[in-house]
């Protein structure tokens, strides 16, 4: 999962302080994340899923599919 996350920053030229800001908090506590020093807590990993238009499965590594699923349907 922590290369996963790394490697969509990378894909997308950004960097972890850009992605720290859209997350709401330290580049140095996100970094923790791609390192895999800490736990990405869940409320993180939707975020993510949702702002690199990816699944929350494909950033946890149970799917090689990038494109997230579609939406359930109320």
């Not at 922590?2 to 997308?12: A, K, M, T, V």
């Not at 970094?31 to 409320?43: A, F, L, M, R, V």
């Amino acid at each position: 999962m922590y290369r996963r996350i790394r490697d969509l920053r990378e894909d997308r030229d950004l960097n972890q302080t850009q992605v720290a800001a859209m997350l709401g908090m330290s580049q140095t506590g996100y970094s923790k994340y791609e390192t895999g020093e800490n736990d990405i807590p869940t409320w993180a990993l939707i975020k993510l899923a949702e702002f690199y238009g990816t699944s929350v499965d494909y950033l946890l590594g149970l799917t090689s599919e990038q494109k997230p699923y579609p939406k359930a349907k109320k």
